[in-house]
């Protein structure tokens, strides 16, 4: 009894886990036709430690696109209640270019509801405007450019995409890119759940006039 009890346990366990992986596919597939880039997908659990592999091929040298992939792919997951502890992206050659944890994915997500937030409280969207929440460093910085007072934080950029940095001082960062193609903006986050603070900045294009 016990037996078939386990049997009937690991095949329920079974059944799951290959309804998850298609579900996975899935949102896999739709992420990679928007992107413009083929998405396979890999999943694997060792003794309770579960880990997800997407190898992107895009014909795309964009060094962002792995992070804009996988934020869409762990945002649908996430809202059919599937985590897994790691995700990796891995090029077409095998190579790992992304790897992120769970908590690290949610940080990512809290770090674009930030910046978000904020821009929303700029209301003129000047870059100069932004200083407040620079870091004491990156706002003497800032303040010394002439360009700050003419860049414009536009409403057109979107999301697309983010990597992991460290810096100088051995601290994790976590860069978040808005562009539309030609103008883009890059906001720079320490990897600090609840930290809202600016800690590096960069942008092209953003001028008056492209507004």
Known sequence: MKKMLLLLLLFTVGCNFIKETNTIVRIANKVGKKNDCTIGVSTNVTNGYSKVTFTVQANSDDVFLPGKVLSEIVTEMKK???NYDEYLVVNGAGT???AATDDQMDMVTQ????FEKQVRSVKSRRLSEFVPYFSPELAREAMSSPKLDSTLIG???RFS???F???DSVNEKVALLYSNGEQWLMMIYDQVKGNQ???GIEFRGLEDNDQ
Do not use: A, M, T, Y
């Open 161 to 163: 995409g983010f990597s």
């Open 111 to 114: 770090k674009k509801q930030i």
């Open 80 to 82: 059919k209640f599937i």
């Open 165 to 167: 940095e460290v810096d």
């Open 155 to 157: 409403e057109h950029l």
């Open 197 to 199: 603070v600016v800690s």
């Open 96 to 98: 790992v270019v992304l």
